[in-house]
């Protein structure tokens, strides 16, 4: 009997080690390795779990941005479908350029909230943002009853940021994202092409 209580006891201790390695790791996972609060809210992207920040993403008109919303213990009582997006310009220093709107110039990441350049398409849990078009068009949604300049010499890596705000406020999730712009034409420099 004394060998049978032994081995109830191993069992034992191997499952609560088991347990406390488990949420040790659920910790981790959610804190970005101890680096930050626990997360409660994020986003998947690709595949890929955003808990603060993400970067790199390149969006066109024919390929959209598909999000996933989450959250650690599902939505906790809470509308998991009243999150809300907001794309506004991503600051980065030196980067900054100058537009103009009937002729006024106006400074882009000045700008306040660039949404209505994009059409997004909401789900409960999920939704996707794709461009109206370049920065031009983008803008020209955005100011509808302006004459927006020609704005395709102007944009740098990362220039978007969207914003995935959770249902109550509490939580947000940054992702930096590009929109390839169309190819509308090519010009060649007769004087230095050599045949």
């Given at each position: 009997?004394?060998?049978?209580?032994?081995?109830?006891?191993?069992?034992?201790?191997?499952?609560?080690?088991?347990?406390?390695?488990?949420?040790?790791?659920?910790?981790v996972?959610?804190?970005?390795?101890?680096t930050?609060?626990?997360?409660?809210?994020?986003?998947?992207?690709?595949?890929?779990?955003?808990?603060?920040?993400?970067?790199?993403?390149?969006?066109?008109?024919?390929?959209?941005?598909?999000?996933?919303?989450?959250?650690?213990?599902?939505?906790?009582?809470?509308?998991?479908?009243?999150y809300?997006?907001?794309?506004?310009?991503?600051?980065?220093?030196?980067?900054d350029?100058?537009?103009?709107?009937?002729?006024?110039?106006?400074?882009?990441?000045?700008?306040?909230?660039?949404?209505?350049?994009?059409?997004?398409?909401?789900?409960e849990?999920?939704?996707?943002?794709?461009?109206?078009?370049?920065?031009?068009?983008?803008?020209?949604?955005?100011?509808?009853?302006?004459?927006?300049?020609?704005?395709?010499?102007?944009?740098?890596?990362?220039?978007?940021?969207?914003?995935v705000?959770?249902?109550?406020?509490?939580?947000?999730?940054?992702?930096?994202?590009?929109?390839?712009?169309?190819?509308?034409?090519?010009?060649?420099?007769?004087?230095?092409?050599?045949?």
């Amino acid at each position: 009997m004394s060998k049978g209580k032994t081995v109830g006891k191993i069992i034992a201790y191997v499952l609560v080690l088991l347990v406390v390695v488990g949420v040790i790791g659920v910790i981790v996972r959610f804190t970005g390795g101890f680096t930050s609060d626990f997360k409660t809210f994020y986003v998947t992207v690709d595949g890929k779990d955003v808990l603060t920040t993400a970067s790199g993403y390149k969006l066109t008109t024919t390929q959209p941005l598909t999000v996933d919303v989450k959250y650690t213990f599902g939505s906790a009582g809470g509308d998991a479908s009243g999150y809300s997006v907001k794309i506004v310009p991503n600051v980065i220093e030196n980067e900054d350029f100058d537009f103009t709107l009937n002729g006024d110039v106006y400074s882009y990441q000045a700008e306040t909230d660039l949404t209505a350049g994009f059409e997004i398409e909401r789900g409960e849990t999920s939704f996707t943002l794709t461009p109206k078009g370049g920065l031009t068009e983008i803008l020209q949604a955005v100011y509808p009853n302006y004459e927006v300049g020609d704005c395709r010499e102007n944009s740098y890596e990362n220039m978007y940021a969207l914003i995935v705000t959770s249902y109550n406020g509490k939580a947000s999730v940054k992702l930096c994202f590009s929109v390839l712009e169309k190819v509308t034409g090519v010009t060649l420099d007769k004087d230095t092409i050599v045949f």
